[in-house]
């Protein structure tokens, strides 16, 4: 059984490799986290694991979708999936919305534009993320939480200095 979802995931990944977003599907324990971050390691994609961003909304103080979230993990069931989308819509925009928003808010800057910032994304994965590695292994990074509003991350960030 296990053999089979296994298959079945890496079937998704193989069919949907030409696009930029690729599916991982399988059963509980198929090993799609662990070959996901493999995935991430050689191929420079960013992982949002459904199941992660689920779990995190559920541990976020004040999340309107907390208790249902938790209903549905605890008895093994199906989060509605507007929910499910929407924290994964949210995790895909957070950085580039931003930039969007802020060229049509007149920051006159000439990289604000979709076509430059698939670019500099790109550049950061390939570029900055190996240092960000190299510091990690020294146990130099510190990693804080920037989807939330401004005064929350500022909270943690502020621990950082105190
Ligand atoms: P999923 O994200 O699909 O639920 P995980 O990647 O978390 O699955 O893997 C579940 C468990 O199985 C983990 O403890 C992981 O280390 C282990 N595991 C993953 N891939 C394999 C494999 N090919 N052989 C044996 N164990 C594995
Ligand atoms: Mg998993």
Known sequence: MVVSWVSRAVHSLVMAAKYNVVFVLGGPGAGKGTQCAKIVEKFGYVHLSAGDLLREERAKSGSEYGELIDGHIKNGTIVPVEIT????ERAMKVCTQRCLDRGAAGSGRTDDNIESLKKRFDTYMNATMPIIEHYE??????????????????????????
Request: hydrophobic content about 45%; overall charge neutral; proline content about 0%.
């Open 85 to 88: 989308c929407r924290l994964l």
């Open 137 to 162: 292994s020294k146990g130099l990074v510190r990693t804080i939480d920037a989807t939330r509003n401004v005064d929350e991350i500022f909270d943690d960030v502020s621990k950082l200095f105190a």
